[in-house]
């Protein structure tokens, strides 16, 4: 998109743009209905199967062992390049320094704008997919909207910025443009994310058994009584699991971020470009495993509530 913008004439990137919004929709059609072949419940009985064969069992375990030591070695790198100072062909840097971590903290903006990130576009993915969801599951003749709701699986996150540029060039708030302020960064990362929190919760829904919801209703209870006690408390080890997936998503956001940061507004995942494009490697993995410190804990936090969750119902 941005090479064809340098060709002069601007309307070649809005045809493409179109295009790829026609073929994405098409295929998100296509895989959409594949996956509704998959919802057929089958009745089986689980049962636990052991094999006594030592050699596969050995196999098996030094497979796992090899891929395991593939998937972790670039953390071990990262951590190990984020203290080193020079690390060219060599087994180990040539020194380690806690440089790359003070110029990290140094400037605290970026740490500070991909929490904030964090703490308003996952509770928005979060609270628009439990409505989504609920819509979908009792009102069918609303099914068609959950197309619209996937779209962004499969558009690219540099046309849904270019498209918010378009729609909201216009739009202020007080004196300011909407497009320079962050609330425009806040709209694409929740598009963007909205998909993969929602067939998280949608899957949640479909768990729920539709007879204790028409119970409620018989006992007189109204619509928004009924949700709240009887399928919010079934739904939030789900809710939590997909506020896993929220948080991981959000904070690795960057192709919209390319486009609709505001200016001095840059959060972790644009640091990071831009350390790695200027050639600093060391910073750039300080700032890695400061990114992988936040996100994991708040994975711990929404593990920590599925767990309590699940034991009251255990």
């Known amino acids: 998109m941005v090479f064809l913008t340098s060709m002069g004439d601007e309307r070649i990137p809005i045809i ?37 064969r030592p050699k596969a069992r050995k196999a098996g375990f030094i497979a796992l062992l090899l891929v395991t030591i593939l998937f972790l070695a670039p953390y071990v790198a990262i951590i190990i390049q984020s203290f080193g100072t020079i690390w060219a062909y060599e087994w180990l840097p040539r020194g380690f320094t806690m440089d790359n971590y003070i110029t990290a903290f140094k400037d605290f903006r970026p740490i500070r704008n991909t929490i904030i990130l964090l703490l308003t576009v996952t509770p928005v993915i979060i609270i628009s997919s439990v409505i989504f969801a609920h819509m979908f599951k009792n009102r069918r003749e609303l099914a068609w909207v959950n197309y619209l709701t996937l779209l ?52 949640g829904f479909s768990k729920i058994d539709v007879s204790q919801q028409e119970a409620a209703f018989s006992l007189g209870a109204s619509e928004v009584k009924t949700f709240f006690s009887v399928i919010l408390p079934q739904l939030k080890p789900v809710i939590y699991t997909a506020a896993i997936i929220g948080i991981i998503k959000v904070a690795t956001e960057l192709s919209s971020s390319l486009m609709l940061t505001p200016p001095g507004w840059r959060n972790m995942s644009l640091y990071i470009a831009y350390y790695v494009e200027e050639g600093f490697i060391a910073r750039a993995s300080a700032m890695g495993i400061i990114l992988i410190i936040i996100v994991g804990a708040g994975t711990l936090a929404s593990n920590l509530l599925t767990k309590k969750e699940n034991k009251k119902h255990a």
């Open 152 to 203: 962004p699986f499969t558009i690219p996150g540099v046309i849904i910025a270019v498209s918010l540029l378009q729609t909201y060039s216009g739009v202020t708030i007080g004196q300011t443009d909407l497009i320079a302020t962050v609330y425009i960064l806040i709209i694409a990362v929740s598009i963007r994310r909205l998909p993969f929190v929602l067939k998280i919760i949608e899957a």
């Open 16 to 52: 493409f743009g179109a295009w790829t919004l026609v073929l994405s929709f098409i295929l998100l059609f296509i895989v959409t209905r594949l996956m509704k072949l998959t919802e057929i419940k089958h009745k089986f009985r689980l049962g636990i199967m052991t094999y006594n």
